[in-house]
């Protein structure tokens, strides 16, 4: 499983010219889920970015987590984070996860979410368009094969 966290001031996901998601001060997940992906990989991924202290405290030092500053979260799946460029230029996505598994670990991981935080969403294997004004900017990526291997 991969998330590819952005902290932002603002974002948003539109879906044929329709904002379906919106946030302000918070993070922008991409979600990416592959085949060997389960509910404890997913839970330890939530845990440890809802626990990244990356907002700026009083001080100027990334010391606050989401919960501090009472950010939002949108959520958004994105199964080309498995793209696979090894061989030639066009990119291989057999490492992510079947659609009908990867939808389900998708909606367990927004409804986890939604226990404690406020949560926007795009939809699952739609063609959206994201827009976000990148606090930092400061991006942060999390590999659960990295993370726990």
Same mark, same amino acid.
């Given at each position: 499983?991969?998330?590819?966290?952005? !902290?932002? *001031?603002?974002?948003?996901? =539109?879906?044929?010219? *329709?904002?379906?998601?919106? /946030?302000?001060?918070?993070?922008? *997940?991409?979600?990416?889920?592959?085949? =060997?992906? =389960?509910?404890? /990989?997913?839970?330890?991924?939530?845990?440890?970015?809802?626990?990244? !202290? /990356?907002?700026?405290?009083?001080?100027?030092?990334?010391?606050?987590?989401?919960?501090?500053?009472?950010?939002? @979260?949108?959520?958004?799946?994105?199964?080309? @984070?498995?793209?696979?460029?090894?061989?030639?230029?066009?990119?291989?996505?057999?490492? %992510?996860? %079947?659609?009908?598994? %990867?939808?389900?670990?998708?909606?367990?991981?927004?409804?986890?979410?939604?226990?404690?935080?406020?949560?926007? *969403?795009?939809?699952?294997?739609?063609?959206?368009?994201?827009?976000?004004?990148?606090?930092?900017?400061?991006?942060?990526? @999390?590999?659960?094969?990295?993370?726990?291997?």
């Amino acid at each position: 499983m991969k998330f590819v966290i952005q !902290r932002v *001031t603002e974002a948003s996901v =539109t879906i044929d010219q *329709t904002v379906v998601g919106k /946030i302000g001060k918070g993070f922008l *997940t991409l979600i990416g889920i592959s085949d =060997t992906d =389960t509910k404890e /990989i997913a839970d330890k991924m939530i845990k440890k970015m809802l626990g990244l !202290r /990356i907002f700026d405290d009083a001080n100027g030092r990334t010391n606050l987590s989401l919960d501090s500053v009472q950010g939002e @979260l949108l959520l958004v799946s994105q199964f080309t @984070l498995y793209a696979d460029c090894r061989k030639g230029n066009r990119p291989s996505f057999i490492r %992510a996860g %079947a659609p009908d598994m %990867a939808e389900k670990m998708y909606e367990y991981i927004v409804e986890k979410c939604r226990q404690s935080y406020h949560v926007e *969403t795009g939809a699952f294997g739609a063609d959206m368009k994201i827009q976000l004004l990148n606090d930092g900017p400061f991006t942060v990526i @999390l590999d659960s094969d990295e993370l726990w291997g």
